[in-house]
């Protein structure tokens, strides 16, 4: 008998999610040293997480036989200090990602149906998959999201909508103003999904939490992983109004942001030196690498993160002629986006590595 017959309908076709390839996975396929490789495929900080963070986990580590504050008091109480919230308003995740999966348990029942842009971060359609929902992909010409097609494709069975500013893959932007006349028009049955995971590298990020101190429908999505440095470490948080995140907290598990997680944080997110630093080397390296493609004429999306989205051709021949020198970068096929690979930001260092390598390839 195949398990099939038992297991939920919706995960037969569902194509589990693809991370960026490790450094120590191309090491063993290449026969390549680690140290040699550099891996610009997941939008992680070159930098790598704040000292401070760092001596902070390390403490914590001498007391990781005692089970985490499953209330994660002191990083909600730091959070809520910073933005002006409640605790309250405020829940952990193991990611920003766990939090997208308890928006799903909370609010999707089989037969829903969720809205997002055709170009979308993969995770909001393999999560409304996993709760038998329905994915609706809205086009977004020019690679930025339609936000009244978004409204128009609204139905009385929608349930969520994202919205990732900036996108992943993409690196565009919505503006406050856009966001404004769109939170204006949403009905009431539908709650929106901000994604800020890249927000922190904006000049001017939109005022998004005024919606939570509105009241609104939102909850915003925000994470240790990029600026911060702390992707090993799983741990992001989201803030909405206190009724819906009453809700979320009745759907995680019990200690889901593990203790060194929660001490990193704290202390990475005091440590603004840190961020400002990595903020700079973002901003010099996103600049040196668009100005790199303008010069090779290649087309790129102009990007507000830490990552740009470039047309190469064929996106999976490319990455794989780049694995062979040793650079990893992100093929976007899985995007519908065949023609195009993303390269995360690094060290200026490896961004001129990065060129080089793609020049040879491209005989450019």
């Known amino acids: 008998m195949s398990v099939w017959t038992q297991a939920n309908p919706q995960l037969k076709d569902l194509v589990a999610y693809k991370p960026g390839k490790p450094i120590e996975e191309l090491a063993r396929e290449r026969g390549l040293q680690p140290g040699d490789i550099i891996k610009m495929a997941s939008n992680e900080n070159p930098l790598g997480p704040s000292p401070k963070a760092v001596a902070a986990m390390q403490n914590a580590l001498t007391e990781a036989h005692i089970y985490p504050d499953g209330a994660g008091y002191r990083l909600r109480e730091a959070l809520a200090n ?3 919230v409640t605790l309250g308003q405020i829940v952990l ?3 920003s990602n766990e939090i997208i999966e308890l928006i799903g348990h909370a ?5 829903d149906q969720v809205v997002t842009a055709e170009h ?6 393999l999560m409304a998959t996993l709760f038998g929902a ?3 992909e809205v086009p977004d010409p020019g690679l930025v999201h339609d936000l009244d097609a978004m409204l128009a494709a609204i139905t009385p069975r929608t349930r969520e909508l994202f919205i990732a500013n900036p996108n992943n893959p993409t690196g565009t932007v919505v503006s406050m103003e856009a966001l404004d006349r769109f939170m204006d028009k949403v009905p009431d049955h539908v709650v929106v999904v901000l994604d800020e995971a890249y927000y922190e590298f904006l000049d001017n990020p939109p005022d998004t939490m005024k919606y939570v101190r509105e009241g609104r429908n939102v909850i915003l999505l925000r994470t240790f992983s990029k600026i911060q440095g702390l992707a090993g470490l799983r741990i992001g948080y989201g803030i909405g109004p206190e009724e819906l995140i009453t809700v979320l907290h009745k759907t995680r598990q019990p200690f889901n942001a593990n203790a060194i997680a929660q001490a990193g944080a704290v202390a990475g997110l005091a440590d603004e ?8 080397i973002t901003d010099e390296g996103r600049t040196y690498l668009q100005d790199e493609f303008g ?3 290649l087309e790129f999306v102009p990007s507000y993160a830490n990552f740009v989205l470039v047309k190469v051709g064929d996106g999976n021949l490319v990455f794989q002629k780049m694995l062979d020198k040793g650079v990893i970068v992100r093929a976007m096929a899985e995007y519908k986006l065949p023609d195009w690979v993303r390269i995360s930001v690094g060290t200026m260092e490896q961004n001129q590595r990065c060129i080089a390598t793609l020049k040879g390839i491209l005989g450019k």
């Open 93 to 95: 995740g193991n990611g």
């Open 107 to 111: 609010f999707l029942r089989e037969g």
């Open 120 to 125: 979308a971060f993969v995770v909001y359609k």
């Open 134 to 136: 329905e994915t609706i």
């Open 295 to 297: 010069k090779m004429g």
């Open 82 to 84: 910073k933005f002006g």
């Open 273 to 280: 030196e840190h961020q400002n630093r990595t903020k700079q």
